[in-house]
């Protein structure tokens, strides 16, 4: 059975750090895109950051130059390194791992951001 784990959320100023990280078991952790989505309090859940084999990254217009989306094979765990926060990164982190092939994504239960200005 697939399990993510997300830790590394918490409550942070504005302009300040977090690094998420999301441990994957259960598994071929190679054999899928790793990626990060979020969901504000009545927003729908959007993709942040996405990477995909070889280390392709992809990341919506908002975050990029301030995440960076990492993953570490021989730990099964993908990161969103995320700097520079602003108030309006407040949401619940969700990781997400969609099989190479397949269009299902297994999910996170999620991790609360809150970003305080």
């Known amino acids: 059975q697939v399990q993510l784990v997300e830790s590394g959320g918490g409550l942070v100023q504005a302009g300040g750090s977090l690094n998420l990280s999301c441990v994957a078991t259960?598994?071929?952790?190679?054999?899928?895109?790793m990626g990060w989505y979020r969901q504000a309090p009545g927003h729908q859940r959007e993709l942040v950051a996405t990477?995909?084999?070889?280390?392709?990254?992809n990341y919506i217009d908002s975050v990029k130059g301030r995440f960076t989306i990492s993953r570490d094979n021989t730990k099964s765990t993908v990161y969103l390194q995320m700097n520079s926060l602003k108030s309006e990164d407040t949401a619940v982190y969700y990781c997400?791992?969609?099989?190479?092939?397949?269009?299902?994504?297994?999910w996170g239960q999620g991790t609360q951001v809150t970003v305080s200005s």
């Open positions: 997400y791992a969609r099989p190479y092939g397949h269009t299902t994504p297994h």
């Open positions: 259960g598994m071929i952790f190679r054999g899928h895109e």
């Open positions: 990477i995909q084999r070889p280390d392709a990254t």
